[in-house]
């Protein structure tokens, strides 16, 4: 079931900041999103990889998939094909595999980096340093099936609001930092995905371009 005054009263929320909305409909079966489809959700975000592919074979080719969750290397493969943005990227070695099935499937994939800004050990993430000195090599100018355009991050979960505005204060320095350092002229390089249902309104505050609900839309996940 779609909670559809939510859905309509977020939209407004977002118009006022221009930051878009990726519905995130992981476990939810296909006519809950067929239902939103109708109401003129084309962005769906889903955190593994077969349930994304099975989804995209049966519903609408429209929907713009973007693919949150911890991605293994041995899966890029089922979404390489047609996902339109893997927010996911928390590794080297997976930016690089990314690359390498993009290629086959003649396309550039567009990711965003993600990093760990949360407390919690369970979170997925990548090493400032590391990336971005990969970022500023001639092997990543030879990764030339992959597009990066942006950050995303999730904060702790908790009921410690400042803490969460913290984390995403951290996500946004980093985005900046990247830019000026390594996009200063890309005009792609330009997303902050950050925000869920609990949070979204603070990731707005602190200039987030993208937030990604579920529950809010959805209903509770079983
Ligand atoms: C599940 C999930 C969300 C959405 O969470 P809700 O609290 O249901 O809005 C957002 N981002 C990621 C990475 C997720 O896995």
Known sequence: MIHKEFYTSIQEELKATGARLVAVSKTKPESDILELYEMGQRVFGENRAQELAAKY???PKDIRWHM???????????????????????????????????????????????????????????????ISSF?????????ENVR???????????DDLDQVRR???????????????????????REISMGMSGDYQIALE?????????????????
């Open 148 to 158: 990066i355009d942006g950050v995303m991050g999730m904060a702790t979960f908790t």
């Open 57 to 59: 074979e049966t519903l």
């Open 167 to 189: 984390e995403f204060k951290q996500l946004n320095r980093i985005f900046q930092e990247l830019k000026q350092k390594h996009f200063p002229e890309a005009d792609h390089f």
């Open 68 to 130: 949150i969750g911890h991605l293994q290397r041995n899966k890029v493969k089922y979404i390489a094909p047609f996902v339109h943005l893997i927010e996911s990227i928390d590794s080297i070695k997976l930016l690089k595999e990314v690359n390498k099935e993009a290629r086959k499937s003649e396309r550039v994939i567009s990711v965003l980096l993600e990093f760990k800004i949360a407390e919690e050990e369970s979170k997925h993430g990548l090493q400032f340093e590391e």
């Open 135 to 143: 970022l500023g090599s001639e092997e990543f100018r030879g990764l």
């Open 206 to 222: 602190e200039g987030s371009t993208m937030v990604r609900i579920g529950s809010s839309i959805f209903g509770a996940r079983g």
